[in-house]
């Protein structure tokens, strides 16, 4: 079965620096999306940035970006610049092709001014 | 265009008592998850549905919860008998048919079991 790993349970960041948030995942699979996700204290769940496994090129989404090593199954989060309203839990997600979506545990972000 | 609903939004009930959550997805999304998360921890995942169909649930934990998607639109996910270790924050979410497009949560229903 596939499992997600987020080896931090919470970080803090000043406000304008930057934070890179762990992640590996375990699957037999070729072929995957891996996603990481923010839920704002309170507030719904939104998706941050999306990377396909045969795309070799990091994706990028403004301020954060991903460093996807696929053949160490690693998948890390990059804030740049951190903002008072990145305040948020985050989660590494992994789907599948059968399209079973798997989460971690999460990481507490905390941006302090 | 709505977003992944959820209600109630909140539920205390007393052991022993039954309790329906419900979820109604975005219209013409294929695929429907409910997760659970427990007291802070990860967000375990409970089952999916393709339309109307299961297509994995091997996270539900008993045979007490009971989850459908009748006519492939809403679902109802209902714990009966409710159990104190059920509490937890009920997700829903839901995603087309295409492979690697994003899920969508709704707010979640928050249970409590007393």
């Known amino acids: 079965a596939q499992t997600v790993t987020q080896s931090q349970p919470e970080m803090s960041v000043q406000e304008a620096e930057t934070v890179t948030l762990s992640c590996t995942y375990d699957t037999s699979e070729s072929n995957y999306y891996l996603f990481w996700y923010k839920q704002p204290p309170s507030r719904q769940m939104i998706l941050v940035i999306r990377?396909?496994?045969?795309?070799?090129q990091n994706a990028t989404e403004n301020r954060f970006s991903v460093n996807f090593q696929k053949a160490a199954k690693s998948f890390s989060l990059k804030i740049s610049d951190s903002q008072l309203g990145d305040t948020a839990m985050y989660f590494c997600a992994f789907l599948e092709y059968g399209n079973k979506l798997v989460f971690g545990a999460g990481t507490i972000l905390r941006v302090k001014s | 265009e709505a977003g992944v609903t959820q209600f109630p939004s909140h539920s205390v009930i007393e052991k022993g008592q039954t309790v329906t959550l419900r979820c109604d997805p975005i219209?013409?999304?294929?695929?429907l998850y409910w997760y659970r998360r427990v007291m802070g921890k990860e967000i375990k995942f409970l089952l999916h549905?393709?339309?109307?169909?299961?297509?994995?649930e091997s996270g539900m934990p008993n045979n007490r919860f009971l989850a459908e998607r009748t006519g492939g639109t809403y679902s109802t996910l209902k714990v009966q008998p409710a159990e104190l270790e059920d509490s937890g924050v009920y997700f829903c979410?839901?995603?087309?048919?295409?492979?690697?497009?994003?899920?969508?949560f709704g707010q979640g229903t928050r249970l409590t079991v007393v």
């Open positions: 990377q396909e496994a045969y795309k070799q």
């Open positions: 549905f393709v339309k109307e169909s299961k297509q994995d």
């Open positions: 219209s013409g999304h294929d695929n």
């Open positions: 979410a839901s995603r087309l048919g295409v492979f690697g497009t994003e899920a969508f």
